[in-house]
């Protein structure tokens, strides 16, 4: 089974810290991506990650970045939370190629930032 | 711009009867399309998909429809059962204009099922 992993199910940070949400998987997915969950919003792609080293812009980028030092791995990073990051943060990761898109997603983080 | 949309926050069905949850989409080049299921405090998981090239797939008690012309899809469920109750996430991919998909979706809002015995 493929297990995409999230390093915490909870966190809480104050305004302005830096906050680094890390994520793990294990089948040798090719790309990999953050989406946040909020109520009536659904699931919005925050950024996503190809290859090693490579990023993409999602929908919601401002106030995040990223970094993919090691195919398995893919950190989201919040230079300087603010209240309105409080959410649900979801890893997934894919394989490359149009005949699977299926997304293998983690548990998920939820983010408070006071 | 929401390019994914789930019209109904919610939805309650007796158990044994069929649950229907409806997905507008706005977006042309998207030509895949998937339902996911999200227990509270899980990840969202793959539930059945549909490529353009149809308009029905089926897996057991699911059947997602698609119909391109009213960019329309819906997820049925025959029969509900309590275990059903979830959150469902209607997503689609596409290419872009270089016509690379990078696998990445784009989800509605989700739609909150409730099956009651």
């Known amino acids: 089974d493929v297990k995409v992993t999230q390093s915490s199910r909870y966190l809480v940070k104050r305004t302005g810290e830096k906050v680094f949400l890390e994520c793990v998987q294990d089948?040798?997915?090719?790309?990999m991506f953050w989406y946040r969950q909020d109520p009536g919003l659904g699931l919005r792609l925050i950024y996503f990650?190809?290859?090693?080293?490579?990023?993409e812009k999602g929908d919601i980028p401002e106030g995040y970045s990223v970094s993919r030092e090691k195919k398995e791995r893919f950190s989201l990073i919040l230079e300087s939370a603010s209240t309105n990051q409080t959410s649900m943060y979801l890893c997934?990761?894919?394989?490359?190629?149009?005949?699977?898109?299926?997304?293998?997603f983690g548990s998920g983080t939820q983010l408070s930032v006071l | 711009d929401q390019q994914v949309k789930q019209n109904s926050p919610s939805l309650s069905v007796q158990e044994g009867r069929i649950s229907i949850l409806n997905c507008d989409y706005t977006?042309?080049?998207?030509?895949?399309f998937l339902w996911y299921k999200k227990y509270p405090a899980e990840g969202p998981t793959f539930l059945i998909s549909i490529s353009s090239i149809k308009d029905k797939n089926e897996d057991g008690r699911f059947t997602v429809f698609l119909n391109k012309s009213a960019k329309h899809l819906s997820l049925h469920i025959v029969p509900s059962q309590p275990g059903d109750s979830a959150v469902y996430f209607c997503?689609?991919?596409?290419?872009?204009?270089?016509?690379?998909?990078?696998?990445?979706?784009?989800f509605g809002q989700g739609t909150i099922l409730t099956v009651h015995p």
């Open positions: 997934a990761s894919s394989f490359v190629g149009r005949t699977n898109e299926k997304l293998f």
């Open positions: 977006n042309s080049m998207f030509d895949y």
């Open positions: 997503a689609a991919s596409g290419v872009n204009a270089g016509g690379t998909s990078y696998g990445k979706l784009t």
């Open positions: 089948m040798d997915h090719e790309n």
């Open positions: 990650s190809y290859d090693v080293k490579m990023k």
